[in-house]
């Protein structure tokens, strides 16, 4: 089944903790990115990554890290969790596209992680 | 800056009656525009694009949008309404040769039977 996975899918910490949340996908897409969604703020994009080793900062990205050492692999790092990274977090995957024209495939999502910081 | 405005935070209508949920966006050039739907604890699901050609894109479950580049508008439509389409719609958008996807703020649709 296609599917993106997402772990922990609930997340309890506390400041300054550093934790990590996985996220995998089994389509062989090119494209993966997180975003965080907040009551009133709709979706908003943390990072997102064309390719292995290609990651660029979405709209929010301060006190997130990213890394994409393998195609199915985008784990998103919070080195020092504020409680204003309480969040309800995805992560996404589509197809990348030709170089140039962007992402004009849809995305694939996670089920979700609920993260809270106290 | 680029923006998507999702004016109404709640339509509510009556099932079988048509439905709209409206979407305008503030993108530079000839954007990707999509719209998607989150069912309660789960993760969004796509339910269909507008990416250039005909303006009216038909996609999952008897939904539809129309795109109009004067008025920079996508909004989503069906015909008859469902209980069951009760749930979260976000549109969003994509500027053209770019990666970043900019959401909206959703609309939550409740059909009363």
């Known amino acids: 089944e296609a599917q993106v996975t997402q772990n922990p899918r609930y997340l309890i910490t506390v400041t300054g903790k550093k934790l990590t949340v996985t996220c995998s996908q089994n389509?062989?897409?090119?494209?993966m990115s997180w975003y965080r969604q907040d009551p009133g703020l709709g979706l908003r994009q943390i990072y997102y990554?064309?390719?292995?080793?290609?990651?660029d900062k979405g709209d929010v990205p301060e006190g997130y890290k990213v890394s994409r050492k393998e195609k199915r692999n985008f784990p998103l790092i919070l080195e020092s969790p504020s409680p204003n990274q309480t969040s309800l977090y995805f992560c996404?995957?589509?197809?990348?596209?030709?170089?140039?024209?962007?992402?004009?495939?849809?995305?694939?999502f996670g089920p979700g992680t609920r993260l809270t910081v106290t | 800056a680029q923006s998507v405005a999702q004016p109404e935070d709640q339509v509510n209508v009556a099932e079988g009656n048509p439905l709209t949920v409206k979407c305008t966006y503030s993108?530079?050039?000839?954007?990707?525009l999509f719209w998607y739907v989150q069912y309660p604890n789960r993760g969004l699901q796509f339910l269909l694009k507008?990416?250039?050609?005909?303006?009216l894109v038909k996609g999952s479950y008897g939904f539809e949008a129309e795109f109009n580049k004067s008025q920079t508008s996508f909004h989503l439509k069906k015909p008859s309404a469902l209980v069951s389409d009760s749930s979260l719609y976000f549109c969003?958008?994509?500027?053209?040769?770019?990666?970043?996807?900019?959401f909206g703020a959703g609309t939550r649709l409740f059909v009363k039977a």
């Open positions: 969003a958008v994509r500027p053209t040769g770019g990666f970043k996807t900019i």
């Open positions: 993108v530079s050039g000839n954007p990707y």
């Open positions: 996404a995957s589509s197809l990348r596209g030709s170089r140039g024209a962007g992402v004009s495939y849809e995305q694939y």
């Open positions: 389509m062989n897409h090119e494209y």
């Open positions: 990554s064309m390719n292995v080793e290609v990651t």
């Open positions: 507008y990416i250039t050609g005909d303006n």
